[in-house]
């Protein structure tokens, strides 16, 4: 039986060498969702796949749906990402591996396509450790995994001030219900979310953050997606190398 082709816009979130001549990438389509793929012969640079397969690239391509993994027919440039330096493209790394972890294969979500092309182009003009953590943010609403922080998971008190998060229970805990083993949650971090998941990346204005909230939200968020998935991020590896 031969194999379907279908067409659609992507973004490009890993891509690795296969075997002698190949690469095995994975992608985020506009109207079909996370595509992983083989791209045959696109080691060689003098291919269409070897100059265009590139981490963040958004291309029009052209796959064949196969048993175990699709196979890329051909692709066109729509844009590459404007030129990042280490530490902006450390953190669109973030992004990618969240999302990969975060989305199931073939399973359309149009504004997760859109979220990730809007963080990338604007990952070289803002704080790129903001832009990642509010990508990251949205991703969780989007996904189904977003983190309660309006009120207590286990007595269901409003949020008054600051508080705690439980990883396990996947929310706010209050002081009453605090059992110890919870990290802190202040009032600053708490609103700290709030502005990073309604941040437009079309139109974003500044806000002030403090240094303390952002490092407690950072904790909690790749905690919490850790727990969620299972596995460590190897991105945050490659951040703490670089010192961030």
């Not at 590459?80 to 990969?100: F, G, L, N, R």
């Not at 990508?135 to 998971?153: E, N, R, S, W």
Request: charged share 20%.
């Amino acid at each position: 039986m031969s194999s379907t082709a279908y067409q659609d816009e992507v973004i490009i979130l890993k891509v690795k060498d296969w075997q002698t001549a190949d690469k095995y990438a994975v992608c985020f389509s506009r109207a079909h969702g996370k595509i992983p793929f083989l791209a045959y012969g696109a080691r060689y640079a003098r291919t269409t796949g070897g100059r265009l397969i590139q981490p963040f690239a958004l291309l029009d391509m052209q796959l064949y749906s196969g048993k175990r993994l699709d196979s890329m027919k051909s692709c066109e440039l729509i844009a590459m990402p404007q030129q990042m330096d280490i530490k902006q493209m450390a953190y669109a790394s973030v992004i990618a591996e969240v999302t990969e972890a975060l989305t199931e294969a073939h399973e359309p979500q149009e504004d997760i396509y859109e979220l990730l092309v809007g963080a990338v182009q604007i990952l070289s003009r803002n704080n790129p450790r903001l832009v990642a953590l509010s990508a990251i943010c949205k991703l969780l609403v989007l996904t189904g995994f977003a983190p309660v922080y309006d009120a207590c998971v286990n007595c269901a008190e409003a949020a008054e001030g600051d508080a705690f998060f439980s990883v396990v229970q996947g929310g706010l805990i209050c002081e009453a219900c605090h059992g110890g083993e919870e990290l802190p949650f202040s009032s600053g971090a708490q609103k700290l979310l709030q502005e990073l998941i309604a941040l437009d990346f079309n139109d974003p204005q500044p806000f002030t953050v403090r240094g303390g909230d952002l490092m407690q939200l950072e904790q909690i968020l790749y905690r919490f997606i850790v727990y969620q998935i299972d596995k460590p991020l190897k991105s945050l590896s490659f951040l703490a190398q670089l010192g961030l």
